[in-house]
Nanobody, 123 residues
Framework: QVQLVESGGGLVQAGDSLRLSCAAS????????MGWFRQAPEKEREFVAA????????YYADSVKGRFTISRDNAKNTVYLQMNSLKPEDTAVYYC????????????????WGQGTQVTVSS
């Protein structure tokens, strides 16, 4: 049974930084691409970032490019999202997801999801 557990969310001020973590278990972590998505109140879930199995390739939404960095530690079965220069519009529940062998920006390509962690950025 695959489990994804996010942590690291919280309430911060605009301009601050946060690092989200997602610990995975249940299958060979290094065999699967990972992604981060977010969902703000009354909005649809949107893609944030994705990373390939060996971390050679990363992809970002235009809205976070240059501010967020996705990384992974396959030895620790963990994927991270470093978020810098946070803005109020980054406020959302952030979800990590485990996909197939290649990273994509499409939520439907991801098979397993965490429960989410709240990030709130005050102005």
């Amino acid at each position: 049974q695959v489990q994804l557990v996010e942590s690291g969310g919280g309430l911060v001020q605009a301009g601050d930084s946060l690092r989200l973590s997602c610990a995975a278990s249940g299958r060979t972590f290094s065999s699967f691409a990972m992604g981060w998505f977010r969902q703000a109140p009354e909005k649809e879930r949107e893609f944030v970032a994705a990373i390939s199995r060996g971390a050679a390739f990363t992809y970002y939404a235009d809205s976070v490019k240059g501010r967020f960095t996705i990384s992974r530690d396959n030895a620790k079965n963990t994927v991270y999202l470093q978020m810098n220069s946070l803005k109020p519009e980054d406020t959302a529940v952030y979800y990590c997801a485990q996909g197939g062998t290649a990273p994509t920006m499409t939520s439907g390509d991801y098979d397993y999801w965490g429960q989410g962690t709240q990030v709130t950025v005050s102005s």
